[in-house]
């Protein structure tokens, strides 16, 4: 599935083909795993993320987990999908037969079925703000969003995201579009797109980063995102940066796997994850340097939520010549990139019910997109209509975004990391991350090893146990403090 799968053919059928199909260049390898990277997680999410969270402490924070958990999960799934040239149900049942990992799979399908649920609102929101952008560039300085106000922008989205039929609507489109682009068989043709679109988004953050940066006030936003304050730092928001690095990295659900299950015998996987995670730490960075500088010279709250892009980003533009064109500009690059990641999650249950239960490609897009639409209506309605509706105290939308994040991609990347570090004999592991020798890489192997058979597990185990509250109460069975 995925990128190197060629128009409505299953990986199961790629998979018994004589010549498997594959990434022809290793620089192919880098940009689909980037599409799939890059997306709302870094324009929307992190920016959001890193507000709510106090600022610098959390985003030093979410690199230590990027580093250390992220990407040795990223080279675990996509060594494993190397190996087994299968996605991940079937990777893990083939490397570990008759063994209960390809339960990891099992839940991915789950993760990336509830990712979706409100990954398609917040997409919906950016399709709507193309459409406001678009206005606004005609209405000029009467127009809706050229405006630096925070009430104003605040007002704009608070009426977007609380109109019930509008969101549903919203919803319905994306959801449609994604269905339209499995259904076309041209999956593959817009990852193509996404990529060269890519490094356009890159140079407008870079521009729109400028802008901010050269705002009178701008140093305060530059220390609220540079100048850590760990006192701050409390276990649910370290659970939350780690939770980011996996979703950020698009790992601990085995879509990885399929990705490196085109991979190259000759590509060198721990570099490609390396250079991957830069890259898109870089987007996510300059998001934050595009918004954090407006926040505080326009006098935005830091914790607005999951509104905070959609209200800030405007009063940037806004402030700038020629905004009102390069806000449309902005808006259709990151429903761009929200789209690249949208058909790599998408494509998570469709394949299931596809290559697992033997469905018509038809049908399994059909289904999943009718389930979507009816469990993703509760996220939808959650800032309006729904928001009194909670549970476990959360909203919907929340659940949703809090349950895959912070429980089941740490969960799932905590048994690949145990996979490959406890399952795999180091030899092994050697011979296929240094492609059969071909590859001078034993130190980086090594220390990769270490990370991933000691720390990485460790970490999650501890910052997932403490971030839900459950350590505390373990320690103190124990008799211990806290
Ligand atoms: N990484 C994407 C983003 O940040 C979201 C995403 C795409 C994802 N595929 C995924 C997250 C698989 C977890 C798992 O926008």
């Given amino acids: 599935m995925q990128s190197a799968l060629p128009a409505g053919q299953s990986a199961k059928e790629a998979a018994t083909a004589s010549t498997r199909d594959g990434f022809t260049t290793r620089l192919g390898v880098i940009a689909a795993t980037l599409g799939s990277a890059v997306g709302l997680g870094n324009i929307w999410k992190f920016p959001f993320m890193t507000g709510e969270n106090g600022g610098a402490a959390f985003v030093v924070v979410y690199i230590l987990a990027t580093l250390f958990v992220g990407l040795p999960v990223m080279i675990s799934e996509h060594v494993i999908g190397r190996r087994a040239r299968t996605d991940a149900i079937g990777s893990l049942r083939k490397l570990a037969p008759r063994t209960p990992w390809w339960l990891v799979g099992a839940a991915g399908v789950a993760a990336a079925f509830l990712i979706m649920a409100f990954y ?35 007002q704009v989205f608070g009426n977007l995201a609380a109109n019930p039929w509008l ?80 979703f950020k990295l698009s790992v601990g659900m085995g879509t990885m796997i399929t990705y490196g299950s085109y991979f190259r015998e000759d590509q060198n996987i721990p570099a490609t994850g390396a250079r991957v995670m830069l890259a898109d730490l870089a987007v996510s960075m300059l998001a934050g340097i595009a918004i954090f500088p407006a926040v505080f010279a326009f006098g ?40 690249g990641a949208m058909i790599s999650l998408a494509e998570v249950p469709v394949a299931f019910l596809n290559e697992r239960l033997g469905w018509s490609r038809r049908n399994a897009t059909l289904v999943t997109v009718l389930l979507l639409a009816i469990v993703g209506s509760s996220a939808a309605l959650s800032q309006g209509v729904l928001a009194e509706f909670k549970l476990f105290g959360m909203t919907m939308f929340d659940l ?63 910052v997932l146990l403490d971030g839900l509250g459950l350590l505390s109460k373990i320690l103190a069975l124990f008799g211990g403090g806290a």
């Fill in 300 to 339: 935005f709250a830091p914790e607005a939520g999951p509104s905070l892009l959609f209200i800030t980003i405007p009063a940037v533009f806004s402030s700038m010549p020629l905004g009102a064109f390069f806000m449309v500009l902005f808006f259709i690059l990151t429903a761009v990139a929200a789209t």
């Fill in 120 to 154: 398609t609102e917040v997409a919906g929101w950016v399709f709507a703000y193309i459409v406001k952008a678009i206005v606004s560039l005609f209405q000029g300085a009467a127009g809706e969003l050229a405006s630096t106000d925070p009430a104003a922008t605040s």
């Fill in 167 to 246: 969101s549903l609507i919203l919803q319905w489109v994306v959801l449609a579009w994604v269905a339209a682009i499995i259904l076309a068989g041209v999956s593959k043709g817009i990852e193509r797109m996404t990529k060269r679109l890519l490094p356009l988004l890159f140079v407008l953050l870079v521009i729109v980063g400028i802008r901010s940066l050269t705002l009178p006030g701008a140093g305060e936003g530059l220390r609220f995102l540079f100048q850590p304050d760990f006192s701050a730092i409390t276990g649910a928001a370290v659970l939350a940066a780690l939770g980011l690095a996996f």
């Fill in 400 to 462: 949703f975004d809090f349950s895959t994040s912070n429980i089941l991609l740490p969960v799932g990347g905590f048994f690949i990391l145990l996979f490959v570090g406890w399952r795999w004999a180091y030899p092994e592991l050697k011979q296929a991350l240094s492609n059969d020798g071909a590859l001078q890489n034993e130190r980086t192997i090594r220390f990769f090893w270490t990370v991933t058979k000691f720390v990485s597990p460790v970490l999650v185990f501890v």
